[in-house]
């Protein structure tokens, strides 16, 4: 067997999508098994940045399969969008390059609208949703009322299913005092994005438990992280799928005994984007440093990024619930210009330590982070090739981490660059 499964570890943007490009240098397929085009995956290569919302960034690649397993939610007019640029760029090539799983759910205008209207009437408890209705999508899932996209795509179940929807959404949008929606030129559109997109559509747990059968190299690729999971994560402030290992499974159609490896990226400091607890957020020069060596801003919604010193409370936490077998830490160039650099080992409240992350968002935020501080290594690393060209004091950062969660890290990331990678071992082995 030869499968890898990619997780963020912290609230996202841990770098997932130069990570997936790296691996699917060497893999047959990759998948996408959870969340929607709210996540963003930046690739660099050769100085060029391809932002992916929807497709597994192993398109890269030439002759990697790409998959869009059941577990996503998929705004058709994005996902044309994304096909169309790709396609320009001559990195996409025809329909049998792409699969789309018939069972996948799809995003509709009202989805959108009430996402934002929602979150805006919510004031100051709002969650800081990126407005994409990611969240009303899965809620029509769970409810037994969404769209699958294996119905999406005949034209004559599309227009019925809008016809039969659309009372029960404009009078939620009356509720939040947002326009109503006109079914015709819904069903018009959506009925153009149907025909499209009908030639990827794909009974896709078949085609990836026959590759996983054939022993292929399969990459299995995650949204978010960990601390945004809806079940694990810094509820409410949270995405609205699982972003753990385990939705492999569910999001894929896999079951657990063909997951081989669990790649845990980690980001060599942490950070947040939009609302909720953050223990070692920065909001002096320090973390506005981070900020600005770090390029934080967020892919798909281009909104700033909190920073802070990397959270290895949050990090274990992670690790158990994914089981990971190994670590990625990436842009450990950006920690190059520091004296100093903190690391979160404990929470204290009430005089009391704990290593253990609270239930709660609330009591969360009560915490006060303990830290440990190491010597910076003020040195560039971003040329690095080599485990034993880096300083001594980043080896000894690394070795802590992995000291502190018991995980080996097998891959360096010191720049956005394909090339600015030191793997330690096989991807795939």
């Known amino acids: 067997m030869s499968t890898v499964v990619i997780v963020g570890t912290q609230w996202g943007d841990e770098g997932k999508g130069m990570v997936v490009d790296l691996i699917a ?15 963003g995956h930046t690739v660099v290569v050769d100085g060029q940045a391809t932002k992916l919302h929807n497709i597994p960034s192993g398109v890269l690649h030439e002759g990697t399969d790409c998959v869009i397993g059941d577990g996503v939610v998929i705004n058709p007019r994005v996902l044309l969008e994304e096909i169309a640029e790709l396609k320009n760029r001559g990195l996409l090539g025809g329909e049998t ?21 929602a979150d805006a009437a919510k004031g100051d408890r709002r969650i800081g949703t990126t407005g ?3 969240g009303p999508a899965y809620q029509s899932k769970m409810g037994r009322t969404g769209l699958r996209f294996g119905e999406f795509v005949e034209a004559d179940t599309l227009a019925d299913f809008i016809h039969c929807a659309i009372g029960e959404y404009n009078a939620l949008l009356d509720f939040y005092n947002a326009s109503p929606l006109d079914p015709v030129s819904i069903i018009a559109e959506y009925r153009e994005y149907a025909e499209k997109l009908r030639p990827y559509a794909c009974n896709t747990y078949r085609l990836i438990g026959e590759a996983v059968r054939a022993g292929r190299k399969v990459l299995f690729e995650g949204a978010h992280g960990t601390l945004l999971d809806i079940d694990h994560g810094t509820y409410p402030y949270v995405t609205s799928s699982n972003c753990v290992s385990g939705a492999v499974c569910t999001g894929a159609g896999v079951g657990p005994r063909s997951i081989h490896k669990i790649y845990g990226v980690v980001k060599a400091y942490t950070t947040r984007v939009g609302e909720g607890p953050f223990p070692t957020e920065l909001t002096d020069e320090l973390g506005a440093k981070l900020g600005q060596v770090g390029n934080e801003f967020g ?10 010193w ?4 949050i990090t274990k936490y992670a690790a158990q619930l994914s089981d990971l077998t190994d670590l990625v830490i990436t842009k450990l160039d950006v920690l190059d210009d520091f004296d ?18 609270p239930a709660e968002a609330k009591n969360l ?19 690095l090739t080599s485990y034993d060209d880096l300083p001594e004091n980043a080896k ?26 030191i793997a330690l071992k096989e991807y795939f082995d």
């Open 396 to 421: 000894k950062y690394l070795a802590r981490i992995e000291d502190f969660l018991g995980i080996p890290v097998t891959i360096i990331s010191v720049g956005p660059g394909r090339n600015q990678t």
């Open 132 to 134: 994409r209705g990611i």
């Open 310 to 313: 990397l959270d290895l409370v």
């Open 25 to 39: 240098q060497q893999a047959d397929m990759v998948v996408r098994y959870q969340g929607g085009d709210n996540a």
């Open 365 to 383: 935020a009560k915490v006060t982070p303990v830290y440990e501080t190491l010597p910076g290594w003020k040195a560039g690393t971003c040329e």
């Open 97 to 117: 390059s792409l699969r789309i799983s018939r069972r996948a759910h799809v995003i509709l205008p009202w989805h959108m609208d009430l996402d934002r209207a």
């Open 299 to 308: 892919t798909t919604t281009g909104r700033k990024r909190r920073c802070g």
């Open 340 to 357: 100093e650099i903190k690391i979160c080992t404990g929470y204290e409240v009430d005089g009391v330590v704990s290593d253990e992350m």
